[in-house]
């Protein structure tokens, strides 16, 4: 994994293209965190990016790398009950063995009105042809995450399942309310990300689109919001806790 992250890192520094998707994202992130005085904590932080948006962060992954503020696993995380204003997760939670444990486990560390953020793949008609043909994460829309039977056994770390968003928070999104109904509200709830990332290339493939056609390409995210529902590839959710 180190190798992986390590190659990621060089990417980050020779994709502009990559650096504007992500600054964007971040800013969208910074722009919904709760303003509950506290620790905003990154959970799955990879190459630490975000860090360079927002210093004052505490960053971890579920493996030790030198960059990294915190080593753990955000099943069972070592704060105490109440402690964390923030949890920011991007492209996380579908990496998570059981989501469900999950949040569960967020809803003790965080204090009341703090706010969990994740941006996430969204499967549009359009993105899951993408996806599928390009993106070796698969989408598994047959897994119920409430149901202790259906959590995959004998996840390795890089394993995952980009449906786990859609599932939760779309499919099953009437299971949520009703599991964590005194737990968290859904603040956010959109699709958004249209052309840019595919023709990034993202972290594992070549970017398709020159540097001096990004402005235009970025005019054509605006004009494809209305049919975002058809065309995005990322979705963001935002969670408040309400209790105390």
């Not at 992986?4 to 060089?10: D, F, G, S, T």
């Not at 630490?48 to 030790?64: A, L």
């Not at 449906?163 to 603040?187: H, V």
Request: net charge positive.
């Amino acid at each position: 994994m180190t190798d992986i992250l390590k190659r990621h890192k060089q990417i980050w520094g020779q994709k502009k293209i990559l650096r504007d998707i992500y600054s964007e994202w971040y800013q969208a992130i910074i722009s919904n965190l709760s303003t509950v005085p506290g620790k905003t904590l990154e959970l799955g932080s990879g190459t630490g990016n975000f860090k360079e948006y927002k210093p004052n962060i505490i960053t971890s992954d579920i493996d030790p790398h030198s960059w990294l503020d915190m080593t753990f696993d955000a099943h069972k995380m070592p704060f105490n009950n109440n402690q964390i204003a923030n949890i920011v997760m991007i492209d996380v939670l579908h990496h998570l063995q059981n989501p469900i444990v999950f949040f569960h486990e967020a809803s003790r560390v965080l204090k009341k009105g703090g706010r969990i953020i994740m941006v996430e793949p969204y499967p549009s008609p359009v993105s899951l042809v993408i996806y599928k043909l390009f993106h070796p994460e698969p989408f598994n829309f047959n897994i119920n995450y409430y149901k202790q039977s259906n959590i995959p056994a004998n996840k390795q770390t890089w394993d995952s399942n980009q449906a786990i968003p859609f599932l939760i928070f779309f499919k099953y999104i009437k299971k949520f309310n009703d599991t964590f109904s005194n737990k968290f509200n859904i603040i956010k709830k959109d699709t958004f990300s249209f052309i840019l990332y595919p023709l990034s290339g993202g972290f594992e493939n070549k970017e398709l689109l020159p540097n001096f056609f990004i402005p235009f390409a970025k005019i054509c995210e605006k004009i494809l919001k209305p049919f975002k529902y058809i065309f995005a590839f990322r979705c963001i959710i935002v969670l408040e806790k309400t209790n105390g």
